[in-house]
């Protein structure tokens, strides 16, 4: 049960109840807490700029029928989240880097659509492997739905962490055919009310290491400290962390 004390607590967008997600504000907030770490999402802005944005659509933006790439960075930067302090805009993953990295471990998910071409997809991966430069498992990862860009980060560089996110109906079989696939996967992401004990304990004993998401009720972090998961995605860090301290009080005793 040692591994419950190295369970590392990720804010999942940066503090997103606090303030709107992927801001500076969110993030700034989410590292009032003793979090671990952060995650956030990239994606190309229509001049080639990686940028943090989730969604496909820029509701949050006021903008429901456009997308990240419908602009330039420089268009994208002049846009608010209201409700943000200062009003605050889109965030490059460059700036991200630069504020961020070093006070706590950073996950990039690398966002893909449809829409997008193979040459787009290719470009977006090593412009943001570009950016990371040289990382170490401690520092930055990267994670994605995507096979097909974490096989292109890995062929362009070996050196960043990559990790595949799984959902719902993802099964054992499915770990066992990404794996022999993809060996050089350093990890799972597994979401929370999908992930079983086998599927733990199959990927711990393969040294892979573990993620789960997005544990927001006291159920799914209990869940997946009782599960022995590496690192806990969560809305809501404070309960995340109050619940981890608690669990270690109670092995401790």
């Keep these: 049960m040692n591994t419950v004390f190295n369970c590392t607590i990720f804010a999942h967008r940066g503090a997103n109840r606090q303030a709107p997600e992927n801001t500076a504000a969110a993030f700034d907030k989410a590292l009032n807490y003793a979090i ?10 229509r001049d080639a700029i990686p940028v943090l944005f989730h969604d496909r659509f820029l509701d949050k933006l006021g903008l429901p029928d456009k997308r990240i790439d419908d602009y330039d960075f420089e268009e ?3 846009m608010r989240f209201t409700q943000a302090p200062d009003h605050e805009g889109i965030i490059s993953l460059e700036a991200f880097l630069h504020r961020y990295r070093g006070r706590c471990t950073l996950n990039i998910e690398v966002k893909n659509h449809e829409w997008e071409s193979v040459s787009r997809q290719q470009q977006k991966i090593q412009l943001i492997l570009d950016i990371i430069g040289e990382s170490g498992a401690d520092d930055v990862f990267v994670s994605s739905f995507n096979l097909q860009s974490l096989e292109i980060a890995y062929q362009y560089s070996s050196k960043t962490p990559l990790f595949y996110i799984l959902e719902d109906h993802h099964t054992v079989e499915d770990l066992d055919l990404a794996m022999g696939r993809q060996p050089f996967l350093a990890g799972f992401c597994l979401p929370v009310r999908g992930m079983t ?8 004993a393969h040294g892979k290491t573990v993620v789960t998401y997005t544990c927001n009720s006291e159920a799914e972090i209990k869940k997946a400290l ?14 995340a962390l109050k619940l981890r301290l608690s669990r270690r009080a109670m092995l401790k005793g």
């Design 76 to 78: 994208l930067q002049a």
């Design 226 to 239: 009782d599960l022995n998961v590496a690192i806990m995605i969560t809305d809501d860090p404070q309960l």
């Design 197 to 204: 004990q086998s599927m733990v304990e199959y990927l711990h």
């Design 36 to 45: 671990d770490g952060i995650e956030t999402d990239v994606q190309l802005s």
